[in-house]
């Protein structure tokens, strides 16, 4: 059976909203980001940056197992092996497709998350909204490459019922997950009104409210709120540097 190394995160989601869209079984490896498990040996050897998701399908190509790490590259190898939610290999929707997962990889989800960290969490870890500077530098520039990048998708959904074209596709799946923190970022998706109508469609999605919620009973005593975070959750998840590889 598949294995998903998973936390409840945007990043985690993506995965296991495929893995329920498309009804693989699969079995979830719970990895808690915030006590540090993600620089365990065993799980650096499947994922050497150190993020999840992850995965490990035993009955990969030629039959032998493949690790994967990357939710982009996890989710092209699972739609093919499933053969849904991306056209064939080589085709134009094909590409179409990736165009949006790299869009989504590339610009959405990092501007999201750094706009997470610095609205959220770069306070408490001793940077100063007001003294400096940084931060609110940091806060303006990344709500408005959010708000840019909102607007992107609104165009794009004005012209198509979904990202890649007529039909669902892995870069829906890629996406959504990340307006779920959207109140966290203080952002409003009403004025987006062709996005908002994609974002309630995708909402209603059997296999995505099931995608949602894995993992929430192994994740139910795990605190990831920013006021809640021990000081040995912040050395975990942030002022990471290469020294992380030695401790
Ligand atoms: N580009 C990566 C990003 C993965 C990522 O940032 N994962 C976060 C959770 S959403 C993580 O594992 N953080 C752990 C850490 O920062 O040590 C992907 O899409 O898989």
Redesign the pocket.
């Known amino acids: 059976m598949i294995e998903l190394h998973y ?1 409840p ?4 989601r ?1 995965v296991a909203i495929l893995l329920e869209e498309a009804q693989l079984p699969y079995r979830l490896v719970p ?1 808690d ?1 915030s006590s540090g498990e ?2 365990k040996a065993g799980f650096l050897a499947i994922s050497p ?5 992850a995965m490990v399908d035993p009955d990969g190509p030629g039959g032998e197992p493949l690790s994967l ?4 590259a ?1 989710l092209l190898y699972l739609a093919e092996k499933a053969g849904r939610f991306l056209p064939p290999s080589g085709s134009a929707g094909y590409h179409c497709v990736c165009q949006w997962l790299f869009w989504q ?1 590339a610009n959405q ?2 501007v999201f ?1 750094h706009l997470n960290h610095f609205l959220n969490y770069a306070e408490g870890l001793g940077a100063s909204a007001t003294a400096d500077g940084d931060v609110a530098y940091a806060r303006t520039r990344f709500s408005q490459e959010a708000d840019r990048l909102l607007a992107v998708m609104d165009r794009r959904l004005g012209e198509a019922e979904y990202l890649a074209g007529d039909d669902y596709s892995i870069a829906d799946m890629a996406a959504f997950p990340w307006l779920l923190t959207r109140r966290a970022v203080g952002i409003d998706l009403a004025p987006f009104t062709q996005l908002s109508r994609w974002y309630e469609a995708l909402k209603t999605r059997p296999g995505v409210r099931a995608g949602i919620d894995a993992g929430t009973a192994e994740f139910s005593n795990i605190s990831t709120l920013p006021g809640e975070f021990t000081k040995e959750q912040k050395r ?2 942030f002022g ?1 540097d290469s020294s992380v590889y030695k401790r």
């Open positions: 936390a995160t945007p990043n985690g993506k990895v980001i993600q620089f940056n150190n993020r999840i998701p790490f990357e939710s982009a996890i990889m989800g990092p998350g975990a998840l990471q």
